[in-house]
């Protein structure tokens, strides 16, 4: 990554160490805000500056995304002109800038003063130095220090090298956001793609099934042939209930999800309340430890599921998308009366177990097609998320579909899962 400021072949040994520590620190991470924190860290240790400070462009307006030092929350998500100050000046030019006691390496540019009377923090000596992507500036990095000497021209190219970690850092950051939300975008159109599949498989069927049925007994009637039975308006009911059914499933697999708000337990909590209550069938939600020992929570109810325990989010959204997907075979498929819903957390990985009481189906023969109750699409979740699918089902003991070994303590899911 170019930089029109080179480090000069007489930089101590130490400060080239501390870079390449400095580089594997804000590189070890993609998510943008751990990086942000890490070259604030590290760019103060490495200068031992009072203040650091990294500032993105926003519209015509360069925003302090990421501070640290005096003054930081008050600074924090304020923005200035884009052509003001010494960031402007680097954002403009591509240059370096230092700025102390004996004056500084340029006479154009001066401190943007509203900015010190945000934070409550004057600078009597300052360093910046230009975020960079493939020739272009993309953001400024600043560190700064109430002593006139307290950074120095001798500082200003070991910022120029920390800018250039920092900068590939952010840009893998950002690239990996950008990659996630086309991920996420990609899923969504699937999921609506998926529901506009079974509003027409289910509902749009059951409906035109009912009313080619009523109309049929209407005609009958009318010219004799048939007296109206119990058993008529009862298989019409059953239909009716089923559509039904139906129809409360997909309002609420279209409504905003409440997993980023409430945690996985939360949510299926208000799932089963929502939908599997609703349709009259017994519903479970248990938490118990590795010796399979219920966990003491106090009381019930979704607001203490809520405040329970929350996973990593890839953790969370795979684990509800396959626990939807059995409870969404249960209501459609199983004539279960009753379904637990249950996870057990050991040391480092958990285990999910959904499980009815209702008729069952040949595993062997759905796995060897690949075909219905999106067992597929189910495996491929449990694989993504380092675990074991094993399924079992008969007739007398209904379905029980188990989920084992997902790592899910911060340390070891963030590694294990992309």
């Known amino acids: 990554m170019e930089n029109r400021l080179a480090l000069p072949r007489s930089l101590q040994r130490q400060t080239i160490l501390a870079l390449n520590h400095l580089g594997q620190a804000v590189t070890s991470s993609l998510k943008l805000e751990d990086v942000l924190q890490r070259v604030l860290v590290e760019v103060a240790a490495l200068l031992k500056a009072e203040g650091v400070a990294i500032l993105l462009p926003e519209g015509d307006h360069l925003s302090f995304v990421a501070v640290r030092g005096p003054g930081a929350a008050q600074l924090r998500g304020t923005t200035m002109p884009q052509d003001a100050g010494v960031a402007g000046y680097v954002l403009r030019t591509g240059e370096g800038v230092w700025l102390g006691r004996d004056g500084g390496n340029v006479n154009d540019p001066d401190i943007y003063f509203s900015v010190e009377s945000t934070s409550g923090f004057h600078s009597e000596s300052m360093l910046a130095a230009p975020l960079r992507r493939g020739g272009q500036t993309i953001g400024v990095l600043e560190a700064a220090h109430s002593s006139g000497d307290g950074l120095t021209a001798d500082d200003l190219p070991a910022l120029v090298g920390a800018a250039n970690w920092a900068s590939i850092a952010i840009v893998n950051a950002q690239l990996h956001e950008q990659a996630q939300q086309a991920r996420q975008q990609q899923a969504q159109l699937e999921e609506r793609a998926r529901l506009a599949r079974e509003l027409h498989d289910a509902v749009t069927q059951s409906l035109y099934s009912m009313s080619v049925l009523a109309g049929a007994w209407r005609r009958q009637i009318d010219t004799g042939q048939l007296e109206p039975q119990k058993e008529h308006i009862a298989e019409l009911g059953q239909m009716a209930e089923q559509a039904l059914r139906e129809v409360r499933l997909l309002i609420y697999e279209l409504r905003p999800t409440e ?57 969370e959204q795979g684990l509800y998308r396959i626990t939807q997907e059995a409870l969404n075979n249960v209501l459609r498929h199983s004539g279960a009366t009753s379904v637990c819903v249950g996870f057990r957390l050991g040391s480092s990985t958990l285990t999910l177990e959904i499980q009815d009481n209702g008729q069952g189906f040949p595993v062997e023969e759905q796995q060897r097609t690949a075909t219905g109750f999106g067992l597929v699409s189910m495996a491929e979740r449990v694989q993504h998320l380092g675990g074991r699918l094993s399924i079992t089902s008969s007739p007398a003991a209904g379905t029980t579909i188990r989920v084992e070994g997902v790592p899910y303590r911060f340390v070891d899911a963030d590694g294990m899962i992309s």
């Open 259 to 315: 997993l980023q708000e409430e945690g996985l337990l939360g949510a299926l909590y208000r799932r089963l309340e929502a939908v599997e209550q609703r349709a009259g069938i017994q519903t479970r939600l248990v938490v118990t430890d590795e010796a399979g020992r219920p966990y003491p929570i106090p009381a019930v109810g979704r607001e203490v599921m809520t405040d329970f325990y929350r996973l990593p989010a890839p953790v």
